[in-house]
């Protein structure tokens, strides 16, 4: 896997080189558009109307329209030029608590794997800040973005969260009503938390929707038919009392929590 950046963190007057690596990868189905007669695959052309040809890579500049039908144009190394050694530098800002940065803060996350020699001042901002319980705030320049981050220790090693900015979120489109609840609804509301409260654990989950996906894909490959997906409606299609349906769905919690034991007894 190919480093998605490469930086250093700068902590006081200590540097330490890193690359990132995201930590995530794609497994998703992909389809290329072909055209509706011929299933020949759309091609996609950058094409200059007063040239009248098609253009490649080498061809295309960046413009910034500063006015309609005008551009100026910035080159890669003049935009590069301008990025002075704290620009490349992961910078830390301060350090807080993570429970200070709200969830609707971070954006992406990556790996950040010390270069070469850098093992030791790695290790010495890991632990300390894993000791004192902290994140840090820092701010770097990834491509034409100053990108505010998050570094956080986990179990082996740091993770860096890129954040939005504040002016970046949007606010909330519309005000949520918060009508009153009963005692006795909050009551049954948390006891069926209760019983559908279990351990994460990640290895449990996979896309279904994907496995269905690629077995219709593999059975039309086979020249066999796709088996459709049930319809079915749910037998009471009449509204029911919110205390009758938490009453409902605890009694139907009981049999899938000794099937979700067994399996956890067997998995240990």
């Known amino acids: 896997m190919a480093a998605a950046h490469k930086g250093a963190i700068s ?11 995201r930590t995530t990868q794609d497994h998703d189905i992909s389809f290329n558009q072909l055209c509706k007669d ?31 039908d005008k551009y100026v144009i910035m080159t890669d190394d003049e935009i590069d030029e301008l990025k002075v050694e704290k620009d490349r530098t992961i ?10 940065v709200d969830d609707i803060y971070y954006e992406k996350n990556y790996y950040a794997i010390p270069e070469k020699h850098a ?19 820092a701010k770097t320049v ?12 986990q179990s082996d090693g740091l993770l860096v969260k890129t954040l939005f900015y504040q002016e970046e979120i949007a606010p909330l489109p ?19 938390i209760q019983s559908m409260t279990a351990p994460y654990e990640p290895q449990q989950y996979h896309d279904e929707f994907q496995e269905k996906l690629r077995a219709a894909i593999e059975a039309k490959i086979n020249g066999s038919q796709i088996v459709q997906a049930s319809n079915a409606k749910p037998d009471n299609e009449t509204p029911i009392d919110l ?16 099937v979700a034991a067994k399996r956890r007894s067997a998995h240990h």
């Open 119 to 137: 093992e030791k001042a790695y290790e010495l901002l890991y632990e300390a800040m894993r000791k004192q319980g902290v994140v840090a705030i």
């Open 243 to 258: 205390m009758e349906a938490l009453q409902q769905s605890i009694a139907s919690m009981a049999p899938k929590r000794k």
């Open 91 to 100: 910078n830390i800002l301060h350090f807080t608590n993570l429970e200070n």
């Open 174 to 192: 519309k005000d949520i009503l918060h009508p009153k609840i009963s005692k006795a609804e909050l009551n049954m509301a948390e006891k069926l």
């Open 11 to 21: 902590f006081g007057l200590v540097h330490i080189p890193i690359q990132m690596y």
């Open 38 to 68: 011929t299933h020949e695959r759309v091609r996609y052309k950058k094409y200059c109307p007063n040239c009248e040809k098609e253009l490649k890579s080498a061809d295309i500049v960046k413009g910034y329209q500063y006015e309609k």
């Open 142 to 153: 990834i491509g034409t973005k100053e990108t505010l981050l998050a570094l956080c220790p």
